[in-house]
């Protein structure tokens, strides 16, 4: 035992992989782990419903919301121990504790929900790969390799979805299951054996058992500069008015189409994959054209109009093609965040784009605990549940009865109205001015040419770990 012990030391702290540290075995294990959940999409639903029937929009709101909030908490300091200990160990922990509760889900669903609130402490993936990708990028190369590693996410679950939901209508969630942790395990043994160390070999001496100082690791460190500078007061209170109920609609509207709506799994897996293809080309394509006709805040402006429109129609919507409809406004609402980080990125000084980043990063981090506990609790409040009826004659009999189908939507629609009135007042062209020189003495003392926290290389990844 003491000898595989020391073999399992040898893999995680060693350099070895195949090849040198490159963008593609980021995206390897961004691709795997996700697809992995993504084919438990269809599945999932239909256990938390089987699981929490009286109470399944509260309970999948807390659920999400208590993950969100460990991560929000736990992401500075794994980000400050991957800075000393190198990135290879912590891609491992991570990996494996965000898909440790996917085979439970077979042998007993509330152990299942259980790990998977817990596993928010280590379910920060995401922040691990881009500060692999920042090691071994040069800093032109650095927003190309991110988008990769964004589009990589959003191609897993556009298939995924779909692929789960057909195996499990003809053999059983059981092989679904069986696949899913066959996947996640598979990413597992990629780290161990094909992943190399990105950390450069000569910044691990000096920097093993450096001491780990709290303010690395307060996750309120970013959002207690919020009112230092009055443009960075006003996009930061933009960011959270329309990323609040952006997290909250990605923890439940799925089952909201699925138990409520009445949309089969195969719809829901659909749903999903076009909206991800839609998204992918808002994000691209039609972001780069209305960045260069209509300027950088006009776009955040429509980006948000259109956010209102999805989530006012998600609110409203009884039928089945308005969902389909609104769900196309939506991934033109995606240009919102992108549009946000360009204008902080093109008017804050060289010096204070990490702080600048790192504060809206902060905000959507706390969003993701707070959203889907909200979102969960409105739902509640508002007696959106369902009894034992059938799927057609439950959703026919809830809209008999609701004058507003889905009351969280609303709620958001009008969150984001304050966000577009307080976006109105950010000036097109600006200097931030952020005092961090508490950060430039943290980054003095403890970072590296390569590191990730460094000046203009904190950019938040356009899409998140807890979307699903």
């Known amino acids: 035992m003491i000898r595989c012990f020391n073999h399992l030391s040898f893999l995680l702290f060693q350099p070895q992989g195949i090849g040198s540290p490159s963008v593609y075995h980021a ?13 438990l999409t269809a599945p999932t639903l239909v256990v938390l419903h089987e699981t929490f029937p009286k109470h399944t929009f509260l309970m999948n709101g807390l659920i999400q919301g208590v993950k969100g909030l460990l991560s929000f908490l736990s992401a500075p ?70 988008g ?25 969630d059981s092989l679904v299951v069986v696949l899913a942790t066959a996947i996640a395990l598979l990413d597992i043994c990629f780290i161990l054996v094909a992943v190399p160390e990105s950390l450069p070999e000569k910044m691990r001496p000096a920097s093993w058992g450096a001491p780990i100082s709290w303010e690395q690791a307060d996750p309120f460190a970013s959002l207690k500069k919020v009112g230092q500078d009055s443009i960075v007061l006003l996009i930061c209170i933009t960011v959270f008015l329309s990323y609040l109920p952006e997290a909250g609609q990605y ?21 999903i994959a076009v909206l991800g293809i839609l998204s992918i080309i808002a994000q691209t394509v039609v972001l780069s054209l209305l960045m260069r006709s209509i300027g950088n805040k006009n776009t955040i402006l429509l980006g948000l109009g259109f956010q209102i429109l999805q989530l006012a129609w998600y609110g409203f919507g009884s039928e089945p093609w308005m969902m389909w409809a609104a769900g196309a ?15 902080v990125s093109r008017t804050a000084d060289a010096d204070q784009q990490g702080v600048v980043q790192g504060m809206i990063t902060g905000i959507r981090g706390l969003c993701n605990g707070l959203g889907p506990a909200l979102y969960g609790f409105i739902f509640y409040i508002f007696h959106v549940e ?40 950010i000036p097109e062209h600006t200097n931030l001015n952020v005092r961090s020189s508490n950060w430039k003495k943290h980054c003095g003392s403890h970072g590296h040419p390569h590191s990730p926290q460094a000046p203009g290389e904190a950019k938040e990844p356009l899409l998140q770990d807890t979307n699903v």
């Open 27 to 39: 995206v390897i294990v961004i691709f795997l782990e996700f697809f992995a959940w993504g084919l």
């Open 77 to 146: 300091l794994i980000g400050a121990l991957s800075d000393v200990w190198g990135r290879k160990s912590f891609l491992l922990l991570t990996v494996f504790f965000t898909c440790a509760p996917i085979p439970l889900m077979k042998i007993s669903p509330w152990w299942y929900f259980a790990v998977i609130s817990v596993s928010g402490v280590f379910a920060v993936t995401f922040s691990v790969v881009f500060a692999y990708v920042a090691d071994i990028t040069q800093e032109h190369e650095r927003s190309m390799a991110y």
């Open 148 to 172: 990769l590693v964004s589009a990589t996410f959003a191609a897993s679950l556009v298939i995924s979805p779909a692929i789960g939901a057909y195996l499990g209508r003809a053999y059983g």
């Open 251 to 271: 923890s439940s509207f799925f089952l909201y189409l699925r138990q409520i709506m009445g949309f089969s799994s195969e719809s829901v897996a659909a749903f």
């Open 329 to 343: 406004v939506a991934a033109m609402s995606s240009i919102t965040f992108p549009a946000v980080s360009a204008l």
């Open 386 to 425: 369902l009894n034992e009826l059938p799927m057609l004659d439950n959703t026919l009999l809830f809209f008999q009865n609701s004058i507003i189908p889905g009351p969280p939507f609303l709620f958001g629609a009008c969150s984001v109205l304050l966000a577009l009135l307080v976006a109105l007042f």
